[in-house]
């Protein structure tokens, strides 16, 4: 079955798309990623999508013109995949809001409206994919415990790390997976406002800063860090707002902001004891912070998820591929004991027909070239 995944993360930079066929073969998925790609907002889009998010305030009007713009570039993404053949898109569409209140996540909102990908398309859609974990207890995230789980699942003693806007972890040897804290949120968010450049190209503007241990020491004293997992967060928390107002040079302040990034990834890695640690995301394109990872996280013995024929920057599209292929076939995508919720949930809302199909749950998952 041919799956397209599509994907924007907490950076709003653009929508991640993945072709991925999938063959059950007994206990083993094989997964053969056919295509994939990145396709940029538009500036209209990007604007409404920065202007929306916290700490700002927005009105109905802003939601639904924000639903339709991302549903419709979702769909023109799906559609020049169309000469391939999917059979099922699967939509992450935008997150907007994840509301966290006392460590209990009780709502999330993602825009992106599917019926334009429906309709663009002819295809049915698997959408809303965090909602019912969220309604079952759980933290609704992160999904990619799943993808991990299945990837890894010859790999004992390895971890899997994503840095986007917000850095998750996934332990499967301990059934674990949740949110460290800021990936690149803090670091996108401190250039934007520092430079009006969207991001700190190969951490080149914190390099050549240094660390202010003062500033760094108040950061980690955020309670978000000392509660346990299942736990998750967002730019509810980690945006331009939470930025100090301490009287810091641009390079100075980059350079603790990618420290707080590194140093609260290492932290959980080595409570885990990880013999090896494969990242994947945005933020390995960041030299500056993969090198302080590395350091900080010695011996742990760090890879990226290219390794294991997984694109760093395809891990997220691939991941909602695989969901929409678990939801196809009737099959849970979570892992109650990675999001707390109370059961496990097969996820997303369908748009349009779904032909019935069967399939047993893998135990593994391995992408073929």
């Given at each position: 079955?041919?799956?397209?995944g599509?994907s924007?993360?907490t ?11 999938f063959e ?6 094989r997964?053969r ?14 604007d ?26 979702f ?15 699967c ?13 209990a ?7 992106g ?8 398309t002819?295809?049915p859609?698997?959408?809303d ?22 990837l890894?699942?010859d ?13 998750n ?27 009006g ?12 800063g240094?660390?202010?241990?003062g500033l ?5 004293q955020?309670?978000y ?6 736990k998750?967060?967002?730019k509810e928390?980690f945006h ?12 100075d302040?980059?350079a603790?902001?990618t ?21 994947s ?24 998820s290219?390794?294991l024929?997984?694109?760093v920057?395809?891990?997220e599209a ?11 076939h009737g ?6 004991a ?7 949930s097969?996820?997303?809302s ?8 069967t399939?047993?749950t ?5 992408v073929?070239p």
């Amino acid at each position: 079955m041919r799956v397209l995944g599509l994907s924007s993360g907490t950076s709003y930079d653009g929508i991640d798309a993945a072709l991925v066929e999938f063959e059950p073969d007994g206990a083993v998925l094989r997964a053969r990623l056919l295509r994939t790609g990145t396709f940029p907002y538009s500036d209209r889009t990007r604007d409404a999508i920065r202007a929306a998010l916290p700490p700002n305030q927005v009105d109905l009007g802003a939601v639904c013109r924000l639903d339709t713009w991302i549903g419709q570039e979702f769909a023109e993404a799906a559609a020049s995949y169309q000469d391939a053949e999917p059979e099922l898109v699967c939509s992450h569409g935008q997150t907007l809001f994840h509301w966290v209140e006392g460590g209990a996540a009780l709502g999330t909102l993602q825009l992106g409206q599917p019926a334009w990908i429906a309709e663009r398309t002819g295809l049915p859609v698997v959408a809303d994919v965090r909602a019912r974990d969220v309604a079952a207890g759980g933290q609704g995230a992160p999904l990619a415990a799943i993808l991990d789980t299945l990837l890894l699942a010859d790999r004992p003693a390895a971890g899997a790390l994503n840095i986007g806007g917000i850095a998750n972890l996934s332990v499967p040897s301990r059934q674990l997976a949740y949110d460290t804290g800021p990936g690149n949120a803090l670091i996108d968010a401190a250039m934007l406002r520092l430079t009006g450049r969207a991001y700190d190209e190969d951490g080149e503007l914190a390099r050549s800063g240094r660390i202010l241990p003062g500033l760094l020491g108040d950061l980690l004293q955020d309670p978000y860090y000392a509660r346990q997992p299942p736990k998750s967060t967002g730019k509810e928390l980690f945006h331009a707002g939470y930025l100090p107002t301490a009287d810091a040079g641009p390079a100075d302040l980059l350079a603790t902001l990618t420290e707080l990034t590194a140093v609260t990834i290492a932290t959980e890695v080595a409570e885990h004891g990880l013999a090896s640690l494969v990242v994947s995301g945005g933020g390995v394109r960041n030299a500056y912070l993969m090198e302080r990872l590395t350091e900080l996280v010695g011996p742990t013995v760090v890879t990226t998820s290219d390794a294991l024929g997984v694109p760093v920057d395809a891990k997220e599209a691939l991941l909602f591929a695989l969901i929409g292929w678990l939801t196809a076939h009737g099959l849970a995508a979570t892992l109650p004991a990675c999001t707390g919720a109370r059961t496990a949930s097969v996820l997303g809302s369908v748009t349009g027909p779904l032909p019935p199909r069967t399939a047993t749950t893998p135990v593994r998952l391995v992408v073929e070239p």
